[in-house]
């Protein structure tokens, strides 16, 4: 597939086997996964991972709340590697725009992962942020999109039309639901795609014939009856 797949989480262990058998092309972090994987010092785990993961692109965040502390976190996880994205939320937690951050980070050529956008104007404004010349990515989240009844694709094939003139901006479709979400990213143009390690794993199913995965679950379920002991009928 064209479509580059970035695994999103903090396990150190998970991470560098996939790594190491090259099933992904990236990973991204976040401060929720970092918490449910026990990291308890962000630096020294970055330093960590750094340290194996040289040649993909891997997302770190930032924890600030303002502005100015947003941007020295910033230009600070931007020196750790060369191939570091520094990942900054599109807004802080009191609705202010991060855009013109953004623009400044980008300019001076640090590699932006703008995440938790949501909606069309949010995904234009940003990518008019971000420079021509520095790579960047836009992340935004489909899955927690389609979890509110709205449907996502529109709004994906929306920025990945308004981002074409930008070689160096990458639509990223996050918060990944399916399997089947990576077939829809990649058949409107994605770049990439975040997929958690639980869906990966189903990709062993691809390609599988229905009618015997059919079978297959139905003995699965009938496994299930005799380990219970389960009887309708005396």
């Not at 330093?47 to 600070?76: K, N, Q, Y």
């Not at 479709?173 to 189903?202: D, F, H, M």
């Amino acid at each position: 597939m064209a479509i580059k797949v970035f695994a999103d989480g903090a396990d150190l262990e998970g991470m560098l086997e996939m790594y190491r058998e090259g099933d992904v092309q990236g990973f991204t972090t976040n401060p929720s996964l970092m918490k449910a994987g026990g990291v308890t010092d962000y630096r020294a785990f970055a330093r960590e991972v750094l340290g194996e993961i040289t040649d993909l692109p891997v997302s770190f965040e930032v924890f600030a709340d303002d502005l100015e502390s947003m941007e020295a976190e910033a230009r600070e996880i931007a020196t750790w590697a060369d191939n570091v994205y520094v990942k900054i939320p599109a807004m802080t937690t009191d609705g202010t725009s991060t855009s013109e951050l953004v623009r400044r980070l980008s300019a001076d050529g640090v590699k932006i992962n703008v995440t938790t956008l949501f909606t069309v104007e949010q995904n234009h404004e940003f990518i008019d942020a971000v420079s021509d010349q520095t790579p960047s990515i836009i992340s935004i989240f489909a899955g927690r999109i389609a979890d509110t009844g709205v449907d996502p694709m529109p709004i994906m094939e929306d920025a990945i039309a308004y981002a074409a003139p930008k070689a160096a901006c990458e639509i990223l479709w996050a918060s990944t639901r399916e399997l089947l979400n990576i077939y829809q990213a990649e058949k409107i143009g994605c770049q990439i795609i975040t997929v958690p390690n639980s869906i990966l794993a189903k990709r062993k199913n691809v390609g599988r014939d229905l009618l015997e995965y059919s079978r297959d679950t139905v003995r699965g379920f009938a496994r299930d009856i005799q380990a219970l002991g389960f009887k309708i009928l005396p």
